[in-house]
């Protein structure tokens, strides 16, 4: 279960590197997904993207710290 974890995390950096590299990109419109978009749609979606596949392994790091997750409650009554 460690690869998958650490696997969802270097997806998240591949995303994120691929969006620092589209700013160096002299281009306007990106393919996603087969269709075109503009480059500010093609970097928001690469955003998301990064951040749904990074979220699960900020999660788990999170539920194993002793600091507390704002919305979430330390103990349990």
């Known amino acids: 279960m ?4 650490y696997g969802w995390l270097l997806l998240a950096v591949i995303c994120i590197a691929d969006l620092i590299y589209s700013v160096y990109k002299p281009e306007e419109i990106y393919s996603v997904m087969l269709w ?3 480059i500010w ?5 690469k955003l998301a993207l990064a951040l749904f596949l ?8 999170w539920q194993k ?4 997750v704002p ?3 330390c103990c349990k009554l």
């Open 36 to 38: 075109e978009t503009n």
């Open 2 to 5: 460690k690869i998958l974890k």
């Open 41 to 45: 749609v093609y970097r928001l979606y």
């Open 71 to 73: 919305g979430k409650s």
């Open 65 to 68: 710290s002793w600091i507390p």
């Open 54 to 61: 990074a979220k699960p392994f900020f999660d788990r790091k």
